[in-house]
């Protein structure tokens, strides 16, 4: 069974960094590509980053161009998402997501067969 786990959220100011880990058991990092999602209180879960099977390829929405990057580590089947600039809107719980087939782009949340629990990000001004 695959389980993902994300840990890193805090509460943080406008301007701070924070770096995301999502760690995958059950499964290597390569053989899914992987997903990071926001969710903010009334708003619907929506794309931050993806990175394709292997790592090769990086998409943003571009709420985080610029400021955010996600990476994957295979050794530890570990994905992280590392968020500069922090701004107030970005406060949210993000959610790591795999997905198995790749038979969807990444921006779409329902391409992704598995989820994690969530970490809470709190950002102030």
């Known amino acids: 069974q695959v389980q993902l786990v994300e840990s890193g959220g805090g509460l943080g100011q406008a301007g701070d960094s924070l770096r995301l880990a999502c760690a995958v058991s059950?499964?290597?990092?390569?053989?899914?590509?992987m997903g990071w999602f926001r969710q903010a209180p009334g708003k619907e879960r929506e794309f931050v980053a993806g990175?394709?099977?292997?790592?090769?390829?990086?998409y943003y929405a571009d709420s985080g161009k610029g400021r955010f990057a996600i990476s994957g580590d295979s050794a530890k089947n570990t994905v992280y998402l590392q968020m500069n600039g922090l701004k107030p809107e970005d406060t949210a719980v993000y959610y790591c997501?795999?997905?198995?087939?790749?038979?969807?782009?990444?921006?779409?949340?329902?391409?992704?067969?598995?989820w994690g629990q969530g970490t809470q990000v709190t950002v102030s001004s």
């Open positions: 997501a795999a997905d198995r087939d790749s038979s969807s782009p990444l921006r779409v949340r329902s391409a992704y067969d598995y």
């Open positions: 059950g499964r290597t990092s390569s053989s899914y590509a």
């Open positions: 990175l394709s099977r292997g790592g090769l390829f990086e």
